[in-house]
Every structure is written in structure tokens, then in C-alpha cells.
């Protein structure tokens, strides 16, 4: 379990959200007051980022599957070999 926890991007986890970003960037004028071309364009803008940020949790995401699957096989390798060893003491004591 921690071994997922460590897997977070702090800087994902830390980072100020995208909204909070826009709106420092474009606190002095309204999204009413501006052109539609200039209304456009920042929809475009904030969609290509929102766009990038999918992509890249989608690539952490992938990583983390993997990285699961990985321990979730060494898990599984170390409760047979627990067995293995259980069974061979077993049977050593039994001599």
C-alpha cells in the first residue's frame, strides 16, 4: 500500500489547480468584457492544457498499473515459495 501511495507525483498533488492559474493570469479582465476571438482562443488555450493534463495522468495511471502488477507478482512469488519452505520444514520435522 505504500508502495502506491509513494507513486503519486507530488507535484500533481502540489501543484495549484489549472482554474487558479487562468484566473491569476486573467484576474484584471473579465471573460465577459473580452472579444469572442480573445474568449475563443483562452477556451482553446485552457482545453489544450486540460488536454495535456489528461495525458499525462493517463501515463502516471499506466505506470502505477504496472507497477502494481509488478508487486502484486512478487507477492504472489513470495507466498509460494512460503509455502515451498513451509512444506519442506514440515517435512524435515517429520524425519
Known amino acids: 500500500m505504500s508502495a502506491a501511495i509513494q507513486l503519486v507525483n507530488q507535484s ?3 501543484a495549484e489547480p489549472f ?3 487562468v484566473d ?3 484576474s484584471n479582465v473579465s471573460l465577459f468584457e473580452m472579444a469572442p476571438e480573445q474568449r475563443l482562443r483562452r477556451a482553446l488555450a485552457y482545453i489544450t492544457q486540460l488536454q495535456a493534463e489528461v495525458r499525462t495522468l ?5 505506470r502505477a498499473e504496472r507497477t ?3 508487486y ?3 507477492l504472489r512469488n513470495a507466498m509460494l515459495r512460503e509455502q515451498e519452505l513451509r ?3 514440515i517435512k524435515e520435522m517429520q524425519i
Open 12 to 14: 500533481v498533488v502540489e
Open 19 to 21: 482554474e487558479k492559474q
Open 24 to 26: 491569476k493570469q486573467f
Open 58 to 62: 493517463r501515463e502516471e495511471l499506466i
Open 68 to 70: 502494481v502488477t509488478h
Open 72 to 74: 502484486e507478482q512478487l
Open 87 to 89: 512444506a519442506q520444514l
